[in-house]
């Protein structure tokens, strides 16, 4: 069976979008993501930040295996430092969710992210997240100039 360029347009979407604000991400509620009441479990919102976070730093070009590789010259990572979270309206299984990620501001070796839950126009989640980026030493690194360039959003 051939592909007939299937794989690139499934990929493609894989990732979500970069948009005017930051990055979009779709994603489905599947049974694993919810517990016993049939609602999403609170740890699971965890990850779909997570994923929403991690495309939007592919799609800008920023991939954590390079990172971790030092393909930069030296070995980084990314870490989350502090997150602040407000559960509005439980996503349930077989929803459709829309990840929203937003760069509010970029110091030093920190950035300040934006996030949203939404199904449909309600917003089931938002939060606020600040990441580090660290050496192998677990010190922070000053963010490079050409990726505040590539966070920072083109609209506010």
Known sequence: MGDHGESAALLAGLSGALTEFGHRLMARVYYAD??????????RYLEFLERGRSDYLRLTGVHHTELADGKHGEKIVWVVRRMEIDFRIPARIDDILT??????????????????????????V???????????????????????????????
Do not use: C
Not at 132 to 139: D, S
């Open 126 to 156: 938002e939060a606020k997240v600040e990441a580090a980026i660290i050496g192998a030493n677990g010190r922070p690194r000053r963010f490079p100039r050409e990726w505040v360039a590539a966070f920072m959003p083109r609209a506010r």
């Open 99 to 124: 990840v929203d990620t937003r760069t509010q501001d970029i110091s030093g070796a920190r950035i300040f992210m934006a996030q949203q839950l939404k199904r449909d126009d309600d917003v089931l």
């Open 34 to 43: 919810t517990d016993f009441s049939g609602v999403v479990y609170h740890a």
